[in-house]
C-alpha cells in the first residue's frame, strides 16, 4: 500500500465520507486510496470553489470538511475559502500535496513548485504543517483533528510531499487508530456562581449571541425564558433563537434599536462573540456595554478583548448555559417586559431607503421558500437586507460569510450544502458581479440532479461598491462591471434560467424552483 492510499485509510477511520477537489497528477496517490476506503468525491470548477464546499458541508454537518488540492497552484487557489474558514471558526481540513522532498524550497522549478506553501498558508489557518516522514502520518492526522474538533475550530493544512505519497507503508500504519478527541470544556463551577448571582440581580438582561452559540440552542432559549431577556444575535448567530420567538430579536445588531437594547440593558450575556466590527456593517455604530458583561467563550483569547468582561466563563456555550440555568431559580418569565423590549428594538430599526426598497422582494422570497430550506447568501445587497429583516428558524438554515467579506462563496457553499443534506431544499442569493467569481460551479450544481436553486440579484454590476463610492463623493470607476446575459450564461450550463422584473414574477417563478428537481437559476432585474 502506498501512503497516498493510506491517507484515505486514516480519514475513513475518523469518520470521513465524503471529499471535495480537483483531482491532478500529484494528488493520484490519494485519490487511488478513496474507493477502498469508502469515500465519496465531488469535483470541483476551482480550487476555491472546493474549499468553499469543505466549508459549507462542515456547517451543515458539523463534521470535518476535507478538500484535496495538487501542489502549489491548487493550494494557493484555496487560500481565500481557508481566510473564511479561519474568520467563522469552521474545521476544515486541506490535504494538498506538495514538491517533492529533495527539491523543497531548492527553486529548480519541478511542476507546480512554490517556494514554501506551508509558509504561504499558515497565515489563514490555525496550523500549517508538512509530513517529513511516512510513519508520522497518523500522529499528524491526531494532531489536524484534535485542533479542528477542539474548543475553537479553525482550518488545518498539512502538506504532503509527492514523493512520500507514492512511498510503499504497511497495512498496520494505514489501519492505526486515532487518538481520542479532546473533551468540551466545562466551566469553573465558582465562575458559574458569580455569573448567576449577577443575571439573578439583572432588571433589564440581555442575551448576545454569537456564532459560538450555534450549538446551543435550547440552552439559549432556555436561559433567555428564566431571565425574561431578549436575545440579538451577530450574523453568524442567527437563527440561535428563532424568528417567531417573543424574545428573538434577531441579527439587528447594527440597527438603531438593537444598539439602543444593548447600550440599556443592565447585564449583557455575551456568548460566542468576539465583537467584531464586521456585525456593525456600514452603520457606524460600535456595539456598546454600558452594563455588567458577562461573556462565555472556549478560546480564552476572546474573554476580554475587545471589551473586558465582568465575569468570565472560558467554557463550551451548551456546558456554561446549562450550568447557568440550573443555578438560576426554576421560574420562567416570559412575556414580561422581555417581550416589550424585543419588539421595540425591532420596531425601532433604522433601515435605509434602499433596503426598504428590497422589501417586497425579501416578502416575495418569505412566501416561496419552504421554512425548511437553507438559504446561502453572498455578498449583494438583497441579501445583506434579508440577512437582518429575516431570522431564520435554526443556524443551519442560512449561511452568511461575512466575516470575510469576499465576493463569490454563496454558490459553492451552496453545493456543499447540497451534499451535506441532500433532502433539504437549497437557495443561494449572490450579485451579478459577484456570481461571477465562482459561476463555474454552477456545472457541479447542475450535476448534482437535485434541486437547487441560484437568484441572482443584477443591479448592473458592484452595487454595493458603487455606492460606496459615492458615498464618498468619488467618482464612480470600474463599478459597473457584470455580465451581458446571465440566463443565457446559466442555460448553457445545462439550468432553468429564466428572468423577472417585479417581486410578484420571482415569487412564482421561485416557488416553481424550489420544487422543482433540477439546478433553476432566477435573474431578478433590481435596477
Not at 123 to 135: F, K, N, Q
Not at 168 to 177: I, K, N, T
Not at 250 to 255: F, Y
Not at 392 to 413: H, K, S
Request: aromatic letters at 4%; proline letters at 7%.
Amino acid at each position: 500500500m502506498r501512503l497516498g492510499e493510506a491517507v484515505a485509510h486514516q480519514l475513513a477511520l475518523r469518520g470521513v465520507d465524503t471529499v471535495f477537489g480537483i483531482p491532478g497528477v500529484h494528488t493520484i496517490e490519494m485519490y487511488r486510496g478513496l474507493p477502498a476506503a469508502g469515500i465519496a468525491t465531488h469535483p470541483a470548477r476551482h480550487e476555491q470553489g472546493a474549499g468553499f464546499m469543505a466549508d459549507a458541508y462542515a456547517r451543515q454537518t458539523g463534521e470535518v470538511g476535507v478538500a484535496l488540492l495538487v501542489t502549489g497552484p491548487g493550494l494557493l487557489n484555496a487560500l481565500t475559502p481557508l481566510a473564511q474558514a479561519w474568520h467563522d471558526s469552521v474545521p476544515v481540513l486541506f490535504l494538498a500535496a506538495d514538491t517533492a522532498t529533495a527539491d523543497l524550497g531548492r527553486g529548480r522549478g519541478p511542476l507546480h513548485d512554490v517556494r514554501d506553501q506551508v509558509l504561504a498558508a499558515s497565515g489563514v489557518t490555525a496550523h500549517a504543517w508538512r509530513l517529513t516522514d511516512a510513519a508520522d502520518l497518523p500522529a499528524l492526522l491526531d494532531a489536524a483533528w484534535h485542533a479542528l474538533r477542539g474548543p475553537r475550530p479553525r482550518p488545518v493544512v498539512i502538506s504532503l510531499p509527492i514523493d512520500l505519497l507514492s512511498a510503499e507503508v504497511s497495512d498496520a500504519l494505514a489501519a492505526a487508530p486515532p487518538a481520542p478527541l479532546p473533551a468540551r470544556v466545562a466551566p469553573e463551577q465558582d465562575v458559574v456562581e458569580r455569573a448567576a448571582v449577577t443575571l439573578r440581580a439583572a432588571a433589564s438582561p440581555v442575551i448576545l449571541a454569537g456564532g459560538g452559540a450555534r450549538g446551543a440552542t435550547a440552552q439559549v432559549r432556555r436561559l433567555a425564558e428564566l431571565l425574561d431577556a431578549p436575545v440579538i444575535t451577530t450574523g453568524n448567530g442567527a437563527g440561535v433563537l428563532p424568528g417567531d420567538h417573543a424574545l428573538s430579536v434577531g441579527p439587528l445588531l447594527p440597527m438603531a434599536g438593537g444598539h439602543a437594547l444593548l447600550r440599556d440593558a443592565d447585564v449583557v450575556l455575551a456568548v460566542g462573540t468576539e465583537f467584531s466590527a464586521a456585525d456593525m456593517l456600514y452603520s457606524g455604530r460600535t456595539a456598546e456595554v454600558t452594563g455588567i458583561l458577562v461573556r462565555v467563550d472556549t478560546d480564552p483569547a476572546n474573554l476580554h478583548a475587545p471589551r473586558v468582561a465582568d465575569v468570565a466563563l472560558c467554557a463550551d456555550a451548551a456546558l456554561a448555559l446549562d450550568a447557568l440555568a440550573d443555578a438560576l431559580p426554576g421560574r420562567s418569565t416570559a412575556g414580561g417586559a422581555g417581550t416589550a423590549r424585543a419588539a421595540a428594538a425591532v420596531a425601532s430599526s433604522d433601515w435605509t431607503d434602499q433596503s426598504l426598497a428590497h422589501l417586497p422582494w425579501v416578502a416575495a422570497i418569505g412566501r416561496a421558500v419552504p421554512r425548511d430550506a437553507v438559504q446561502v447568501l453572498d455578498s449583494t445587497q438583497l441579501a445583506y437586507t434579508l440577512h437582518q429583516v429575516v431570522t431564520p428558524d435554526e443556524p443551519t438554515a442560512r449561511i452568511a460569510p461575512y466575516g470575510l467579506g469576499t465576493l463569490g462563496p454563496a454558490l459553492p457553499m451552496g453545493i456543499g450544502a447540497a451534499i451535506a443534506e441532500p433532502d433539504r431544499p437549497v437557495l443561494v442569493i449572490a450579485g451579478d458581479g459577484g456570481v461571477l467569481f465562482t459561476l463555474t460551479e454552477l456545472a457541479g450544481a447542475v450535476e448534482l440532479g437535485r434541486q437547487f436553486t441560484l437568484l441572482i440579484w443584477d443591479n448592473r454590476g458592484y452595487g454595493e461598491i458603487r455606492d460606496s463610492f459615492d458615498r464618498a463623493g468619488a467618482q464612480r470607476i470600474d463599478t459597473e462591471v457584470t455580465a451581458f446575459d446571465h440566463v443565457l450564461i446559466a442555460r448553457g450550463f445545462g439550468a432553468d434560467a429564466v428572468g423577472v422584473d417585479t417581486p410578484e414574477e420571482l415569487e412564482r417563478e421561485l416557488s416553481d424552483a424550489m420544487r422543482r428537481e433540477a439546478a433553476t437559476v432566477i435573474v431578478a432585474r433590481g435596477f
